[in-house]
């Protein structure tokens, strides 16, 4: 098992000292790991809430500001895509410059950017600011990792990363409900401003709790061309993966830049081979464990977030439920991935992690299974215990595969690891919406003339039935202001049915891919480089 030592630096521009024996300890509060974890879970939380809260906002925004469907898109698109293509490479910059000086000018970013697009009077101007949210976003969540694994030894880095694990699903999950209260309540502005005191509290405690660490043979140089690359591949991939539903999955245009994402991925393959000290060394990938770990992550991503996006339709759009009740829907999968994260931390620390992510996504399968038998009339009790079975499947699977991920890297790779981490579940979460919800469409537009001629409903032009599947697709009845109440009961009718036999058919796939993660999971291992971290006591 090989072993990294660590350091204490304290600026970018200090050169690391040899370690001496033992972990050096720490006075008063800087250092501590306890407060180290609340510290980057303040700062993590932001960026987890920006993932799904804003959506509930996107309606509002639209309207303030005059902006197209199109527009408001992006104000979603914009953010995932400069998170996704740069977190590899800001955990690179955090392993080079440290992870405390990384994560403190990504808080600090993060909470500026939200700060802006609250003040901003147009939509150009809000998606701008977002693109910097993602860019700050990306130097603050592998920094997060690169932090804890550093601080905490083997034995606890489970129950730290269970912690961490569970504020970034907790925060996932509850973004439409703190959403929707800000929305309802104050203004889409709101949404945005709420992380300027959150930063603001998360600098605070980084200044006086964050020890810097640095290994001792940390990367003292960049990989330029690498960068180019690989931004350049994801950005090619999440492109393709974002616009796919508009331009459709037989586009010449989706797979264009599919191919032209390929190309550059194995352009930067043979280059990372080549140069003295590669953006992420293949290497790495020589660990099946770790290979496991990030392909684990991408179908759980898969499943968590391409799930709840048809849920929050299902919650708003057929039963009617307004943001925050749709929100308060959703407490049981919060509440047991609240409560099911550190216990998985726990439980993987005594089985090793391959036991309980198996289960973790055998339970996953069987809760989007039971989501795909959600009729328009299911009460809350039966969609509150498929909803409580997710998190609980969830919980496992988000603590134990970012073990796997950084703990079967060296150290001095852990920012890189982090970023990796992150980047398989951004890559997931656009899959998953992209792959379900062109499922998701599929089905309505095969089943929706078929049924709306059964209810003798008028039949549509070929133009007013393209409207109406897209309204259809997001449980929405193509009602017109006056249409007589017989009609218009008929036409919901319909389009509540054709959505439920979409989201049934966009679940059961969605089971089926965390049944292939069933199998991935036996192919995980303990970290064999966990007990590299742990440079500081108090524990």
């Given amino acids: 098992m090989t072993s990294q030592t660590t350091v204490d630096a304290p600026g970018p521009g200090d050169k690391a000292p040899v370690a001496p024996s033992g972990p050096p300890s720490a006075p008063g509060l800087r250092g501590h790991p306890w407060l180290t974890l609340i510290t980057v879970a303040v700062g ?9 809260i804003v959506a509930i906002a996107n309606p509002a925004i639209r309207d303030d500001l005059d902006a197209s469907f199109a527009d408001v898109q992006w104000v979603s698109n914009a953010y995932f895509l400069a998170l996704a293509v740069t977190l590899i490479t800001a955990g690179k ?15 600090t970013g993060f909470a500026a950017a939200s700060g802006a697009i609250g003040l901003s009077g147009s ?9 910097f949210q993602g860019l700050f976003g990306a130097l603050l969540m592998p920094a997060a990792l690169g932090v804890l694994r550093a601080t905490f030894p083997a034995e606890k880095l489970n129950m730290a990363i269970g912690v961490w694990g569970m504020v970034i699903g907790a925060s996932t999950a509850g973004g439409p409900i703190l959403g929707g209260v800000l929305v309802e ?55 393709a993966l974002i616009k796919a539903p508009t331009w459709g999955w037989g586009d010449g245009r989706t797979w264009a830049f599919m191919a032209v994402s390929v190309a550059l991925f194995a352009l930067f393959s043979f280059w990372e081979t080549k140069v003295a000290e590669p953006l992420i060394p293949l290497g790495l990938f020589r660990s099946v464990a770790l290979s496991a770990g990030v392909v684990l992550m991408v179908l759980m991503a898969i499943a968590f977030l391409g799930g709840l996006f048809f849920v929050t339709f299902y919650l708003q759009n057929v039963h009617g439920l307004s943001p925050v009740k749709a929100g308060l829907h959703l407490l049981p999968l919060t509440g047991m991935m609240i ?26 399968a069987v809760a989007l299974y039971g989501m795909s038998t959600l009729e328009p009339n299911t009460g809350s009790g039966l969609m509150s215990l498929w909803f409580a079975l997710l998190g609980l499947g969830l919980a496992p699977v988000m603590v134990g595969a970012t073990e796997v991920i950084v703990g079967n890297a ?9 970023g990796l981490q992150q980047a398989a579940m951004q890559i997931g979460s656009s899959l998953g919406t992209a792959v379900l919800g062109a499922v998701m469409a599929s089905k309505v537009d095969r089943d929706l003339p078929g049924n709306w001629a059964d209810a003798g409903l008028p039949k549509l ?13 997001v449980g929405v009845a193509p009602v017109t202001k006056g249409m007589p109440e017989p009609v218009a009961a008929k036409i919901t009718a319909v389009a509540h049915d054709t959505f439920i036999s979409g989201m049934s058919l966009a679940s059961l796939v969605a089971a089926g891919v965390a049944l292939v993660a069933v199998l991935v999971a036996l192919f995980t291992k303990r970290g064999a480089n966990a007990e590299a971290g742990a440079g500081v006591g108090h524990i």
């Avoid at 099911?340 to 055998?362: D, E, H, N, Q, W």
């Fill in 44 to 52: 993590v939380m932001m960026v987890a809430l920006d993932g799904t």
């Fill in 461 to 473: 032009t070929p133009d007013q039935l393209d409207k109406a599947s897209e309204a259809v697709q």
């Fill in 123 to 131: 939509i150009a101007a809000v998606v701008t600011f977002r693109v």
């Fill in 410 to 418: 060296p150290l001095e790779l852990s920012g890189v690891a982090g």
């Fill in 339 to 364: 409560v099911g994260s550190p216990l998985a931390g726990t439980a993987i620390t005594k089985l090793g992690p391959r036991v309980p992510l198996a289960f973790g996504m055998a339970v996953t």
């Fill in 185 to 239: 309540h104050v203004n889409w502005q709101s949404v945005f401003f709420i992380n300027v005191p959150v930063g603001a509290l998360a600098l605070l405690l980084g200044t006086m709790i964050l020890l810097d660490h640095r290994a001792e043979n940390a990367p003292r140089s960049f990989d330029l061309l690498g960068i180019a690359l690989l931004s350049g591949a994801m950005f090619c991939l999440v492109w």
């Fill in 93 to 107: 910059l955090g392993d080079r410059f440290g992870h405390r000086q990384t994560f403190l000018i990504g808080v």
